[in-house]
């Protein structure tokens, strides 16, 4: 079993849509979560970093289920711009590194 | 917003050669990574450092080697290349605060003949 997992998607929604993106991870040590996105044949970028009680920025909002061990990325009035790869990060603090999941492409269309 | 830089982004290269991949920053980050991946593909981590003189080898099993002499560099070499290293490798760095998030650098494309 991968340590992060997504669904690869890939997502097609039309704009205005939300959407919605689960990921789970296995080391229950786990410490730190982020959602990075990534352009085709870019390097990845911080989207947002993912807190216990859960934040917002602007159109997106993340969840951290502890106890389920996922989280989740919410994406309310999708935009065409919002089309990208949207990576799942997970810091274990018994490797000291950060373990990306594979990514679930989202297409947003007009 | 962390400044990382890798050169050179595009290389084209033959069988055999000695290739170094340069990559360093300037925000006195003392985490470096070099990741792998493949076109549709997900990151590996392949090399990783928490300051200097420490190198620790990652997930990914490498014919890589990396050295950390200075903070600011993180150069990965490789000895003798070949087409299965035809890769993107994207260098990354963070400070050492727990939750501290990776900035990437933009990558080098390395196509091997």
């Known amino acids: 079993r991968k340590e992060v997992e997504q669904d690869p998607g890939p997502f097609n929604v039309p704009e205005g849509a939300t959407v919605a993106f689960n990921c789970t991870y296995s080391?229950?040590?786990?410490?730190?979560f982020f959602w990075y996105r990534q352009d085709c044949r870019k390097e990845p970028k911080l989207l947002m970093s993912?807190?216990?009680s859960g934040n917002e920025d602007g159109r997106f909002t993340a969840q951290l289920n502890r106890a389920s061990q996922y989280i989740s990325l919410l994406i309310r009035d999708s935009k065409l711009s919002d089309s990208a790869t949207y990576l799942c990060v997970v810091m274990d603090t018994g490797r000291r590194a950060l373990t990306f999941g594979s990514g679930t492409r989202l297409q947003v269309q007009p | 917003e962390a400044d990382i830089y890798q050169t050179p982004r595009y290389l084209v290269i033959g069988t055999g050669k000695k290739i170094t991949l340069e990559c360093s920053q300037t925000m006195g980050h003392d985490k470096m990574y070099w990741y792998q991946q493949d076109p549709g593909m997900e990151l590996h981590l392949i090399h990783y450092?928490?300051?200097?003189?420490?190198?620790e080898k990652g997930d990914l099993s490498s014919e890589s080697t990396v050295s950390r002499i200075r903070t600011e560099h993180f150069p990965l070499t490789l000895e003798s290349a070949r087409p299965s290293h035809t890769s993107q490798y994207l260098c990354?760095?963070?400070?050492f605060g727990v939750g501290s998030p990776l900035h990437f650098g933009n990558g080098t494309r390395l196509t091997v003949t």
């Open positions: 990354a760095s963070s400070s």
């Open positions: 993912v807190y216990s």
């Open positions: 450092s928490y300051g200097v003189n420490s190198t």
């Open positions: 080391n229950s040590a786990s410490q730190s």
